[in-house]
């Protein structure tokens, strides 16, 4: 069966301990599937624990969830049908990144492998993945607004305290220098040494025993 590998990256505005949920979220994912592949998309929960039934314009079967390194690593796995490609199965994984207090950065790997590989695979499932990551970010941000941090609101000084600054400013440059800096002295070239001429041998005298 013809093998496919595809990689991606998706940072998201929120904890790990928060990204981590959502993924674990039916309903956070069913939006985020019917964002990114239209209302016909369907995401269930299977019989089985962390199962779910999958429908989408490209697939349909069964996907379970596998806890790998909680909360780092989890990893899915598929099997089903596409009506272009036969029998499909494979796996993916999600490497969350702690990035920060309010930031995690996903690793995405999917290896699938299918019965039929119909021309222009790969690129229909790189455009698949991206738009299902950017899809995930919306919902996740949208879901755990929340989490986020509240900007700061920025504080504008008063006219009188920002002209006092520039001033203070202005004077201490006339001081140390910064302002207007002395120019930096050129180097000096240095004479090179005069030419030494090596004198040139006596001539011998004629006669004489070199």
């Known amino acids: 069966m013809p093998t496919l590998t595809l990689h991606d990256e998706l940072t998201v505005p929120v904890s790990r301990a928060v990204a981590w949920t959502s993924l674990h979220d039916l309903a956070l994912l069913a939006e985020t ?12 929960a299977g019989a089985a624990p962390l199962s779910y039934h999958l429908t989408t314009p490209a697939f349909q079967g069964d996907v379970v969830l596998l806890d ?28 969350l990144e702690l990035m920060g207090e309010h930031r995690t950065l996903l690793h995405w ?19 698949l993945l991206k738009a299902q990551l ?23 000084k008063p006219w009188l305290q920002r002209l006092l600054d520039w001033y203070l400013g202005w004077f201490a440059g006339m001081f140390n220098g910064t302002l207007y800096p002395l120019p930096k002295p050129r180097p000096r070239r ?9 004198p040139s041998p006596a001539p011998s005298e004629p006669g004489a025993t070199p």
Request: charged share 15%; proline share 9%.
């Open 190 to 198: 240095q004479a090179s040494p005069p030419h030494q001429v090596n």
């Open 68 to 95: 790998v390194e909680r909360p780092a690593r989890l990893r899915l796995s598929f099997q089903g049908r596409g009506p272009d490609t036969g029998a499909i199965q494979g796996q993916a994984q999600c490497r």
């Open 33 to 44: 599937l019917n964002a990114a592949q239209g209302a016909s998309a369907t995401l269930a």
């Open 109 to 127: 790997s999917v290896v699938l492998q299918t019965e039929q590989q119909p021309g222009g695979l790969k690129m229909r499932g790189i455009a």
């Open 134 to 156: 950017q899809a995930l970010e919306a919902v996740i941000r949208r879901h755990h607004a929340s989490h986020l941090p509240l900007p700061a609101p920025r504080v504008r």
